[in-house]
Protein backbone atom coordinates (compact mmCIF):
# COMPACT_ATOMS: atom_id res chain seq x y z
CA UNK A 1 0.00 0.00 0.00
CA UNK A 2 1.49 3.56 -1.02
CA UNK A 3 -1.15 5.60 0.64
CA UNK A 4 -1.75 8.72 -1.33
CA UNK A 5 1.02 8.41 -3.57
CA UNK A 6 1.60 5.69 -6.02
CA UNK A 7 4.97 4.89 -7.60
CA UNK A 8 4.18 7.16 -10.70
CA UNK A 9 2.98 10.05 -8.54
CA UNK A 10 6.15 10.09 -6.01
CA UNK A 11 8.63 9.89 -9.35
CA UNK A 12 7.39 12.69 -10.64
CA UNK A 13 6.65 14.44 -7.16
CA UNK A 14 10.18 13.95 -6.12
CA UNK A 15 11.69 15.35 -9.78
CA UNK A 16 10.11 18.19 -9.04
CA UNK A 17 10.86 18.51 -5.78
CA UNK A 18 14.41 17.85 -6.33
CA UNK A 19 14.63 19.88 -9.44
CA UNK A 20 12.76 23.48 -8.85
CA UNK A 21 13.11 23.50 -4.88
CA UNK A 22 9.72 24.28 -4.10
CA UNK A 23 9.06 22.12 -0.86
CA UNK A 24 12.56 20.72 -0.13
CA UNK A 25 15.95 21.02 -0.63
CA UNK A 26 18.16 18.51 -2.61
CA UNK A 27 20.72 18.88 0.12
CA UNK A 28 17.85 17.65 2.95
CA UNK A 29 16.60 14.85 0.88
CA UNK A 30 20.31 13.78 0.05
CA UNK A 31 21.35 13.69 3.61
CA UNK A 32 18.21 11.81 4.86
CA UNK A 33 18.81 9.34 2.52
CA UNK A 34 22.28 9.33 3.49
CA UNK A 35 21.50 9.28 6.89
CA UNK A 36 18.90 5.84 6.42
CA UNK A 37 21.75 4.04 4.49
CA UNK A 38 24.48 5.34 7.54
CA UNK A 39 21.69 3.63 10.15
CA UNK A 40 21.38 0.45 7.43
CA UNK A 41 24.94 -0.25 7.73
CA UNK A 42 25.11 -0.04 11.57
CA UNK A 43 22.33 -1.24 12.51
CA UNK A 44 21.34 -4.24 9.67
CA UNK A 45 18.01 -4.41 8.43
CA UNK A 46 15.39 -4.07 11.28
CA UNK A 47 12.01 -5.80 11.46
CA UNK A 48 10.57 -4.14 14.99
CA UNK A 49 6.56 -3.89 15.59
CA UNK A 50 5.12 -0.50 15.80
CA UNK A 51 5.33 -0.02 19.01
CA UNK A 52 8.89 -0.50 18.86
CA UNK A 53 9.49 1.77 15.80
CA UNK A 54 7.23 4.62 17.26
CA UNK A 55 9.52 4.21 20.62
CA UNK A 56 12.65 4.59 18.46
CA UNK A 57 11.17 7.32 16.54
CA UNK A 58 10.21 9.28 19.69
CA UNK A 59 13.75 9.06 21.24
CA UNK A 60 14.64 10.89 17.69
CA UNK A 61 12.27 13.34 17.92
CA UNK A 62 13.20 13.83 21.97
CA UNK A 63 16.78 13.90 20.53
CA UNK A 64 15.91 16.61 17.94
CA UNK A 65 14.02 18.75 20.69
CA UNK A 66 16.62 18.68 22.91
CA UNK A 67 19.15 20.45 20.53
CA UNK A 68 16.31 22.56 19.09
CA UNK A 69 16.14 24.17 23.20
CA UNK A 70 20.00 24.51 23.65
CA UNK A 71 20.32 26.39 20.16
CA UNK A 72 17.07 28.66 21.47
CA UNK A 73 18.23 28.95 24.76
CA UNK A 74 22.26 29.00 24.05
CA UNK A 75 21.84 31.22 20.81
CA UNK A 76 24.12 28.36 19.20
CA UNK A 77 24.04 27.36 15.79
CA UNK A 78 21.67 25.44 13.61
CA UNK A 79 23.89 22.56 12.84
CA UNK A 80 23.26 19.95 15.92
CA UNK A 81 19.39 20.39 15.48
CA UNK A 82 19.88 19.74 11.67
CA UNK A 83 21.47 16.77 12.27
CA UNK A 84 19.21 15.56 14.92
CA UNK A 85 16.17 16.27 12.71
CA UNK A 86 18.01 14.51 9.71
CA UNK A 87 18.38 11.54 11.99
CA UNK A 88 14.53 11.84 12.62
CA UNK A 89 13.34 11.70 9.60
CA UNK A 90 15.55 8.62 8.30
CA UNK A 91 13.98 6.73 11.54
CA UNK A 92 10.45 7.80 10.20
CA UNK A 93 11.68 6.78 6.37
CA UNK A 94 12.84 3.37 7.85
CA UNK A 95 9.05 3.02 9.69
CA UNK A 96 7.77 4.01 6.30
CA UNK A 97 9.99 1.20 4.49
CA UNK A 98 9.04 -1.44 6.45
CA UNK A 99 4.88 -0.69 6.01
CA UNK A 100 5.97 -0.34 2.05
CA UNK A 101 7.78 -3.88 2.66
CA UNK A 102 5.28 -5.19 4.85
CA UNK A 103 2.77 -4.74 2.38
CA UNK A 104 4.84 -6.42 -0.06
CA UNK A 105 6.51 -9.25 1.10
CA UNK A 106 4.79 -10.04 4.47
CA UNK A 107 8.19 -8.87 5.99
CA UNK A 108 9.47 -5.70 7.81
CA UNK A 109 6.97 -4.10 10.06
CA UNK A 110 4.28 -5.73 12.50
CA UNK A 111 1.63 -4.24 14.48
CA UNK A 112 2.31 -6.32 17.39
CA UNK A 113 5.10 -7.54 18.90
CA UNK A 114 6.90 -10.72 17.49
Known amino acids: MLGD ?16 NRFTEPKAVLDITCERDRQQKKWGVQT ?22 ESYFR ?3 LGELRKELTQTAAVA ?14 KGIS ?4
Open 75 to 77: DDS
Open 93 to 106: LAIIEGIDDKEGTT
Open 111 to 114: NKEG
Open 48 to 69: HSIAEWLMILGEEYGEACKAGG
Open 5 to 20: YGSEEMSEGMFVHLTD
